[in-house]
């Protein structure tokens, strides 16, 4: 577990862009059951603060958006994290990682591998194209 004065400014990063945090008692399956809603896994790696929080940021200046935004924080709120990746089956737990949803089903999904070594614009484009398709 992170302490939270280290992980603040990483959470605020998107909670300050639109995002709203997953609580530990929030029924996150019903919070995605109707219309479209992203739900980012937040990391305190190199790669959730070069690639994934600037390129989910970036994704959401687009004519089509998911209607909501939700993060869980990995190594912090547990439950939570634990709760949005039971929607992300049959994706194996990653951080980060970044999952849209349309009317509860997972339809897009980014894993860390397809975060780690990639320029934000190029995750902010692929999420893009996802919100154009699916938005």
Known sequence: ???????????????SNG???ISNDDDVKK???????????NSVCG??????RPGVISSLNNDKTPENLFTAFAGVDRQATD????????????????????????????ERH???????????ENLKQAYNEYC
């Open 47 to 52: 790669c959730a603060a070069a690639n994934a």
């Open 114 to 124: 397809h975060i780690e070594g990639r320029d934000a614009s190029l995750i902010a």
């Open 83 to 110: 709760s949005a990746r039971e929607l992300m089956f049959p994706f194996p737990p990653s951080s980060p990682s970044i999952a849209l949803f349309k009317d509860g089903e997972l339809v897009h999904m980014l």
């Open 31 to 41: 919070l995605i059951e109707n219309g479209t809603a992203i739900i980012m896994i």
């Open 19 to 21: 995002f709203q945090e």
């Open 1 to 15: 577990m992170y302490p939270e004065e280290i992980v603040k400014p990483m959470k605020l990063e998107l909670t």
